[in-house]
């Protein structure tokens, strides 16, 4: 207590279950008394206890009996310095309330720096703590000059979380985490964990991990995260109903978590606008009314699922895609065809602050579009389609455009053989762009032996050229998806193999980025009627999960590392 004053400049307060540590802390303009709440803390339970309370900077920790500390981090730090001159210890207060527990005293020790826990309690029955001077008071460092607090040499301010990965906000600033599974030292700076040392994992072999069973046929599948919610995949499902699924990760395991109506839906899309959830679904089907529209859903706080939010007239969707260009949200989607006619026009839609609603912005002319795949270099944004089919042939033109003036604008033309997919990854500073080409038809010219044995292409920006020019050919099997991924310090890409032109079982593969070589088959995964491709990572590990087209059975599989 200061001199002659019912200030606390240092305190402890309990009640059964919670115990208070109090502090004055003369930095703040006019000083300001701070308390750090340990909550759980049993002590009203007529038997002695040893409590170990450690304080360094804006760290608390409190050791009951020896065991497991209590760790507390505030934004307010105990004080660099503080001043107890003249200042009397005043026990046993109960602020004149009878009938209410009290209890006895028997030693209080102080010690400096942030590690008295380890020095107090040495002995194997720690009770004995409570009965005798711990032999570290024997080695006391030399009184202080000043009323600066002792600064012990091994009193760090550094705490260690071990297990799966903490959150890491300002209240966790400055602390460390271990991650036992992977091997590494992480630093929280306030916003994100910074790898401090870390093993660097490589890609040893790819296991079968979990049988998904879904409601019917998967069109694509789309793995998201929900803050202080969850890891979940929605899957596009073929038949409505029963419609399509959400999945939550639960155990380590996806479980089923909302069923949605769909109609033979074709792929999600996750993505937020400020504080807004949004999932997106493309309908390639009209309705039981004869209505052909695609539907935004919104994620709702209170009922923890997510509601219809705007309905959007689309023809054929195949495909969502969601990005920001200059602060304002964009949504696009993919028709692939309107009748018979697979010419026509793709939407981009504006956000509208507004209104709340997604607005028409730009229509762009498709060719039987299967994917919209955006990216940024720089300062320049690119949107590019993948056109399958014109009604006449699959050997067209993919378009890549480019953000100038308020509007997209062609940027590059690429011959493309049934275009499915888009992928844009990094590699250091290396842009690349493959394309995912599922067979090659042409009702002008004899028919090839085979349609669906055709080289998918890798492609890369070339900064002097300003276009991407190819760097890679793949063989690949009517594919219909890359999905890049890394472990490690290694780059992938794997991709969906569909058919070969006689069965829908075969392999899809994993390429590993070579350097020079390029990328060079590494793992081969037997699938069926692979259409989709997703990787996604846990605090357990990291994981690939794919949808079939061909059956109700999604799988998960785990990347198992050296």
Excluded at 102 to 124: F, K, S, W
Excluded at 281 to 294: C, I, K, L, M
Excluded at 494 to 515: E, L, M
Aim: aromatic fraction near 14%.
């Amino acid at each position: 207590m200061a001199e002659e004053s019912p200030g606390v400049l240092v305190g402890l307060r309990y009640s059964p279950s919670k115990l208070h540590f109090l502090f004055w802390s003369p930095e703040h303009a006019g000083g300001w008394q701070n308390r750090v709440t340990f909550r759980n803390v049993s002590l009203a339970d007529s038997r002695w206890h040893t409590l170990v309370l450690a304080v360094s900077g804006q760290s608390f920790s409190l050791s009951v009996d020896c065991g497991l500390p209590k760790d507390v981090v505030v934004e307010t730090p105990f004080p660099a310095s503080l001043s107890v001159k003249r200042a009397s210890f005043y026990l046993g207060n109960r602020r004149r309330r009878k009938g209410f527990f009290t209890g006895l005293l028997r030693q209080l020790v102080l010690l400096p720096g942030a590690d008295a826990t380890p020095h107090i309690c040495t002995a194997m029955n720690y009770k004995a703590t409570a009965l005798s001077i711990p032999a570290v008071l024997q080695d006391v460092p030399v009184k202080a000059v000043s009323n600066e607090v002792l600064k012990y040499p091994h009193g760090a301010n550094m705490k260690v979380t071990l297990g799966s990965r903490p959150p890491c906000t300002k209240q966790e600033k400055a602390l460390f985490w271990f991650n036992a599974s992977r091997r590494g030292l992480y630093l929280c700076d306030g916003s994100a964990w910074i790898s401090m040392l870390e093993v660097k994992q490589r890609l040893d072999y790819v296991e079968e991990y979990q049988d998904l069973v879904t409601n019917s046929e998967t069109m694509g599948v789309e793995v998201f995260t929900i803050p202080r919610v969850g890891l979940f995949a929605a899957t596009a499902n073929r038949h409505s109903p029963p419609g399509s699924a959400i999945y939550k990760w639960t155990d380590g395991k996806f479980v089923l978590y909302q069923n949605i109506p769909t109609y033979q839906a074709q792929s999600w899309k996750y993505f937020t606008i400020g504080k807004k959830i949004f999932l997106a679904v493309a309908n390639f089907e009209q309705n039981d009314r004869g209505q052909e529209f695609s539907v935004i859903y919104k994620w709702s706080h209170r009922k923890e699922k997510f509601i219809t939010y705007q309905r959007i007239t689309t023809h054929s969707a195949r495909d969502w895609e969601a990005f920001v260009i200059e602060g304002e949200a964009f949504l696009a989607v993919v028709n692939h065809r309107e009748g018979n006619n697979h010419n026509i026009d793709s939407v981009i839609y504006r956000w509208n602050p507004s209104t709340g609603l997604f607005e028409t912005n730009q229509t762009i002319p498709t060719s039987g579009a299967y994917d919209w795949e955006f990216f940024a270099i720089g300062p320049y944004s690119f949107l590019a389609v993948a056109n399958t089919f014109n009604g006449t042939s699959t050997n067209i033109y993919s378009h890549i455009y480019i953000w100038l003036s308020g509007s997209f604008q062609l940027f590059q033309s690429i011959l493309t053989f049934g275009a499915a997919d888009w992928e844009v990854f990094h590699i250091g500073d290396r842009v690349f762009l493959a394309v995912a080409n599922s067979h090659s038809y042409d009702s002008r010219i004899p028919a090839p032996s085979n349609f669906y044995a055709i080289n998918s292409s890798i492609y890369e920006l070339n900064i002097t050229a300003q276009m991407f020019v190819k760097f890679q050919d793949l063989l690949t099997y009517s594919a219909l998806d890359w999905e890049f991924f890394s472990v490690g310090d290694d780059s992938f890409l794997v991709v969906a193999n569909s058919f070969d032109g006689f069965t829908f079982s075969i392999n899809s593969i994993i390429y590993r980025w070579q350097g020079y070589e390029g990328f060079v088959a590494a793992h081969h995964l037997p699938t069926v009627g692979c259409r989709d491709w997703e990787a996604f990572n846990t605090s357990e590990g990291s994981y690939l999960l794919y949808s079939s087209a061909k059956e109700p059975l999604s799988k998960v599989l785990k990347l198992k590392t050296t």
